[in-house]
T-cell receptor, first 114, second 113 residues
């Protein structure tokens, strides 16, 4: 079953603009991760934010987490054509017993136009 | 480092045939998993392993078997291929569960006719 849901499904911007993608989830989590997937390739891990963290930065990426709203956002600043890809959020849900499952959303397709 | 290596990259099977998708990692990762990716469905977990000799089912395990005899290898077996198993399959690993993000292989594109 889908835990994370990205919004919007697709986003088209001009080079140099900022891109913001959102992820909402349903249950309590231990951490939330963002991944990028270029067309025809495997996923690449971008950033992990734990449930007790509110914001993390990595280069041009900024991720926020609001556990009260069960949502996260990924901001890419000063976007480049090379940022064109699908972006997925993935959640490690809090469950009883042994739970070693990372659940992915369906992704946001970002297109950055030169 | 090679990272996570998946073979083959492409495969066409006839309905009812069996095959094994290979996944190997050289990073001494304890955790390994298999996902399938279908249009509009995102990634769905098939099976995972938290260490050699330990495997468990994910969200969509039916029709697939796994084993983990070594830390490095985590093959996925299709027992009797069906058209519904046409998909792109990804293997992913991490050092330990919860320790960080996954490293993904480049995928196997499987078509069952």
């Amino acid at each position: 079953s889908q835990q994370g849901e990205e919004d919007p499904q697709a986003l088209s911007i001009q080079e140099g603009e900022n891109a913001t993608m959102n992820c909402s989830y349903k249950t309590s989590i231990n951490n939330l991760q963002w991944y990028r997937q270029n067309s025809g390739r495997g996923l690449v891990h971008l950033i992990l934010i734990r449930s007790n963290e509110r914001e993390k930065h990595s280069g041009r990426l900024r991720v926020t987490l609001d556990t009260s709203k069960k949502s996260s956002s990924l901001l890419i600043t000063a976007s480049r054509a090379a940022d064109t890809a699908s972006y997925f959020c993935a959640t490690d849900e809090v469950r009883g017993g042994s739970n070693y499952k990372l659940t992915f959303g369906k992704g946001t397709l970002l297109t950055v136009n030169p | 480092n090679a990272g996570v290596t998946q073979t083959p990259k492409f495969q066409v099977l006839k309905t009812g045939q069996s095959m094994t998708l290979q996944c190997a990692q050289d990073m001494n990762h304890e955790y390994m998993s298999w996902y399938r990716q279908d249009p509009g469905m995102g990634l769905r977990l098939i099976h995972y392993s938290v260490g050699a000799g330990i495997t468990d089912q994910g969200e969509v395990p039916n029709g697939y078997n796994v084993s983990r005899s070594t830390t490095e290898d985590f093959p996925l077996r299709l027992l009797s291929a069906a058209p519904s198993q046409t998909s792109v399959y990804f293997c992913a690993s991490s050092f330990k569960w919860g320790a960080g993000g996954y490293t993904f292989g480049s995928g196997t594109r499987l078509t069952v006719v």
